[in-house]
């Protein structure tokens, strides 16, 4: 599973995951055109990463789009190590793990300005699936 996931906003703080290949898509920098049935119609969408939005290609409606990245590691408080999400004690002084692995707010390109925390407890919950 990647350390990063892409979002669209289907409601105000209500956010969906993109299914893998989408987000892999988004992830590249490339536009993704897709279509997905919605109450039993088909709609075609444009996706673009840079301008951060989904726009519906028949309504011309849009969506605002997001990229949430993981944390993979928790630093030690005695040591300062950094362990893997999965360990509980830390690999060099087996001091107990303290926090919690979650996502955090940065973004590894400077034109994905909007990748933030999850805001909501639905956020917070499908945010911990992917750690």
């Excluded at 536009?31 to 990463?49: I, L, R």
């Excluded at 030690?76 to 950094?82: A, D, M, P, R, S």
């Excluded at 909007?114 to 407890?121: G, V």
Aim: negative net charge; contains cysteine.
């Amino acid at each position: 599973m990647a350390d990063f996931r892409w979002q669209v906003e289907m409601a105000p703080g209500d956010w969906e995951d993109y299914p893998d290949a989408i987000s892999q898509q988004l992830e590249a920098g490339e536009h993704a055109y897709f279509d997905k049935v919605v109450n039993g119609q088909s709609n075609k969408y444009h996706t673009d990463p840079v301008k951060k939005q989904q726009t519906n290609r028949d309504s011309g409606k849009t969506r605002e789009i997001r990229r949430l990245i993981f944390s993979t590691t928790w630093d030690c408080l005695q040591c300062t190590y950094k362990n893997p999400c999965s360990e509980t004690t830390c690999g060099v002084c087996d001091t107990s793990k303290s926090t919690a692995c979650a996502p955090v707010k940065r973004s590894v390109d400077p034109w994905l300005d909007k990748a933030t925390l999850p805001d909501t407890e639905k956020e917070r919950r499908l945010a911990t699936i992917y750690l």
